[in-house]
């Protein structure tokens, strides 16, 4: 990080990011980077929304040359064309400090990648602790720092039956809180940075983990 300490940090998030922010940034930026899939392959386990008997689910980017490789075609044959997040603004003066953070918070096989990543800046979803910054003024694409989860990472599980992945998740649970609700946080998050950022792959997983905790609840009342 030496050849970037003297400059702000832009840190793009397309999972708990987008609700659960860095530390110090002044400027949040919803918008969208391009080239990618967005796909809950990332095993997270004691750490976060799981433990090392039920490892959690957890997004992380793909290539989409090579997703478009993969199997996953059968059962989510679509992607948007745009990864949609938020992209943080972190002062040099802090740069240091949130490294530090964003290192141990995405330590479980995520690495450092940059990408361009454009802002689509509306009022109402872009926050500042500085009112003086006028978001407008910054120009896109943006250089942004984005973690990712590569495919040759120990923790990348790859294609996942979608009604398998979720009843997975319903299942799994951790020190972080409950593997659904942070798929279901993430839908919510989503869905509100702009009417075209909706991702089919996380809304599809979402209500299927919704009727299977449907679907258990109906049995506990039936034992009743």
């Known amino acids: 990080m030496s050849e970037i300490a003297d400059q702000d940090l832009w840190l793009f998030g397309y999972g708990s990011l987008i609700w659960k922010p860095p530390p110090h940034y002044d400027l949040r930026l919803p ?20 433990t090392p008997e039920a490892p959690g689910r957890v ?20 992607a948007p064309p745009k990864v949609w997040g938020a992209a943080y603004r972190i002062p040099a003066a802090r740069v240091a400090e949130v490294t530090e953070y964003m290192n141990i918070r995405e330590i479980n096989g995520y690495t450092i990648q940059y990408t361009p990543f454009h802002s689509r800046a509306d009022p109402a979803h872009t926050t500042t602790s500085q009112q003086t910054t006028d978001s407008t003024s910054i120009q896109s694409p943006i250089k942004c720092l984005v973690y990712i989860g590569l495919p040759t990472n120990p923790q990348f599980l790859g294609p ?5 992945l979720a009843e997975h998740i319903v299942a799994s649970r951790g020190p972080s809180g409950e593997n659904r609700d942070y798929l279901y946080e993430l839908e919510t998050a989503l869905n509100e940075l702009s009417p075209e950022s909706g991702d089919e792959h996380v809304s599809d997983l979402a209500r299927r983990c919704r009727e299977v905790e449907m679907k258990a609840k109906g049995g506990e009342d039936e034992k009743k």
């Open 31 to 50: 918008g969208y980077i391009e080239g990618f899939v967005r796909r809950f392959w990332q095993v997270r386990s004691e750490d976060h929304r799981g």
């Open 59 to 78: 997004v992380t980017l793909l290539e989409r040359s090579f997703w478009e490789s993969l199997t996953d075609q059968v059962s989510h044959a679509s």
């Open 160 to 164: 996942q039956d979608p009604q398998a």
